[in-house]
């Protein structure tokens, strides 16, 4: 039984730094994590990639070569990448019993849109993979409740798309409430400091309502509150809060990751040492 963390989420929400501090976490702790990079536009990695689909394929070939822009270049690698299953099943199944941790690309639609990262998921599942996703959302979200709500409900939609156990996490809390003056700007100002963190772990309808209505055509509310009733009703998303410079943080998150795949049921115990084989040095 192998076990993969799909990280998610749009642009610059965090994934490649918490996938980096995830592995980093994982050699303190002597667990055996591997980077997958998903990415083929990806360049930079602060933790060199055991699987890297660009070894396949890589964005800038196919619009070098086909004439594709960046996301129909993006399509056509994923499509390229479920052509050459084999590939993927023989990098793959060098990990028997290891924690795969998967960086996918900054285009959500992949997530909420399309099928073809589902269809990768099913896959990973055949190869007896335990797989659990997670969606990053970087607080300064929390600055523009109007395009926090939007991240929530692209969460919602990559979590009915994908159909595995999910992990919504608010990523950069080390940015939020941070005094002015002592090393830059407070991220989240007043009335959206940390006191009222609680209202964005768990998305409180209300928030949008009480602020976006003040400042829309008043034709658009009746939009406003059919959305609000949406998120409402399904309840379905709750966020961990995530700052990988503390290693509480990074060990809370992941040890809910952890829970989600059941990581470790299926694992025999160790037996004891044997005290008369001669195991223990003589006091």
């Known amino acids: 039984m192998r076990y993969a963390v799909l990280v998610s989420g749009p642009a610059g929400a965090g994934k490649s730094t918490f996938c980096s501090a995830l592995i980093q976490h994982g050699q303190a702790t002597k667990r055996r994590m591997h980077l997958f990079n998903l990415d083929p536009a990806a360049e930079d990695f602060a933790v060199e990639p055991s699987i890297d689909i660009r070894d396949l394929i890589s964005l800038e070939d196919v619009m070098e070569e086909l004439g594709f822009g960046p996301n129909g270049g993006l399509v056509y690698c994923f499509e390229f990448l479920m052509q050459n299953l084999d590939w993927l099943e023989e990098e793959v199944g060098s990990y028997e019993d290891d924690y795969l941790i998967i ?156 829970n989600a795949m059941q990581y470790g049921e299926d694992e025999e115990p160790l037996e004891p040492r044997d005290l008369d084989e001669g195991d223990f040095p003589d006091e």
């Open 103 to 258: 960086d996918c690309p900054g285009q959500i639609e992949l997530y909420t849109h399309f099928p073809i990262i589902s269809q990768l998921v099913q896959t990973l599942q055949g190869w007896n993979t335990r797989v659990c996703a997670t969606y990053l959302l970087e607080s300064q979200f929390m600055e523009d409740r109007a395009k926090y709500f939007a991240g929530v409900m692209s969460a919602m939609s990559a979590m009915i798309n994908l159909e595995v156990p999910h992990i919504n996490i608010l990523s950069k809390m080390d940015l939020v409430g941070g005094d002015k003056g002592k090393g830059g700007e407070g991220m989240v100002e007043a009335g959206r400091g940390k006191r009222d963190l609680q209202r964005y772990l768990e998305p409180d309808p209300s928030l949008l309502l009480d602020e976006v209505n003040k400042t829309t055509n008043p034709k658009f509310h009746a939009l406003n509150e059919a959305i609000v009733q949406l998120i409402d009703d399904h309840n379905l998303i709750h966020f961990l809060p995530l700052d990988v410079t503390n290693e509480d943080s990074l060990a809370a998150v992941l040890s809910h990751i952890d």
